[in-house]
């Protein structure tokens, strides 16, 4: 069964470049692109006191937003099978349902009733922290397709405990797309006195909190940490791996080599750069991402749990990073 890529849509500018992706991204896996718009506004307002003030009812609206949403799809690429439906349903449920069986959910960083200020919306930031199957949030206004393949970097983020679902989902984009990965792990040489522990991408929330200082620009002094974005460098170098310097970064290189062992021999035509960086993860992923086509991190999914589970370094990245954003469960 050809599990589809399933994108959110309500016919706001954001949600139509994410339908763009979403068609590239179905053309490239060879799968059906669904398209879902959900509201419950109806509900509240009723066909009534819309037909009643002369606007069309909200379930005209959604036929027309899911109808325009379907024709640029088909525009962009008529070879790709397409379905599209409105629902009446809260936007986050309808597309976690809709995620149970899909191979991945699309959805912009923010919509029609996201507010500018937001980096992060509602319904983006709920669906990629709960979601079953790997979630794109998009994050910028870059055009799809807009490097050939060859040029496209896709950047992984490795830590401690990352899961296997999110190594071999980034291995999958980049050999479909004949992209460069390049995975990250953070680490850092512990302080005089302090335990012999390397920060890296998955380390415990209160960890990254009291280790969350990077080296702050003169330009940054003043400002909080939560708003401090790194200055991002013009390119991510394409030389050759280096050789460790100390012990940490060594530690480091190991956990690379032990996350990416299995799935680079599975895509043994996928060109690897690994990318043990001193400093936190943050910092790490989010310069990374700046010079990247995605950027893929794991979330753990623990049983149970009905609440938002995202890692502290996930929720930065999706708040900050300069492209999309692949976040993959892993169920424990």
Not at 261 to 284: I, K, L
Request: aromatic fraction near 2%; charged fraction near 25%.
């Amino acid at each position: 069964m050809e599990l589809p890529v399933v994108v959110g849509v309500d016919g706001s500018e954001p949600s139509l470049r994410a339908v763009d992706w979403a068609v590239d991204e179905a053309a490239l896996h060879g799968v059906p692109l669904r398209l879902v718009y959900a509201s419950l506004w109806e509900r509240y307002e009723g066909p009534a006191l819309a037909q009643a003030l002369g606007k069309p009812t909200e379930r005209e609206r959604a036929d027309a937003i899911v109808v325009s949403a379907a024709a640029r799809a088909e525009r962009r690429n008529p070879d790709v099978k397409i379905s599209a439906e409105a629902v009446r349903a809260d936007a986050v449920g309808a597309l976690l349902r809709e995620g149970r069986n899909a191979s991945m959910v699309v959805v912009a960083s923010r919509g029609r009733g996201g507010l500018a200020e937001l980096l992060l919306g509602s319904v983006s930031l709920g669906v990629a922290a709960r979601a079953s199957c790997p979630v794109i949030v998009l994050r910028d206004g870059r055009a799809p397709g807009a490097r050939t393949r060859a040029e496209q970097r896709i950047v992984l983020g490795v830590g401690d405990t990352t899961g296997e679902a999110a190594v071999r989902f980034a291995f999958q984009e980049a050999a479909d797309r004949y992209a460069c990965l390049h995975a990250v792990h953070a680490w850092r040489c512990p302080a005089p006195g302090t335990p012999h522990a390397p920060l890296t991408a998955a380390e415990p929330v209160g960890d990254l909190a009291r280790h969350a200082a990077d080296r702050v620009p003169v330009r940054d002094q003043g400002t909080p940490a939560a708003d401090r974005v790194p200055p991002a460098p013009d390119r991510v170098p394409h030389a050759p791996d280096r050789v460790p310097t100390c012990d940490h970064e060594q530690q480091a290189t190991d956990r690379l080599e032990e996350a990416l062992r299995d799935a680079a021999r599975e895509h043994p035509s996928v060109r690897v750069r690994r990318r043990p960086v001193e400093g936190g993860a943050r910092t790490a992923l989010l310069r990374a991402a700046a010079a990247a086509d995605l950027l893929v991190v794991g979330a753990r999914r623990r049983r149970g749990h009905l609440g938002l589970q995202l890692g502290r370094v996930a929720h930065a990245v999706l708040h900050h990073s300069a492209c999309p954003v692949a976040v993959v469960p892993q169920r424990e």
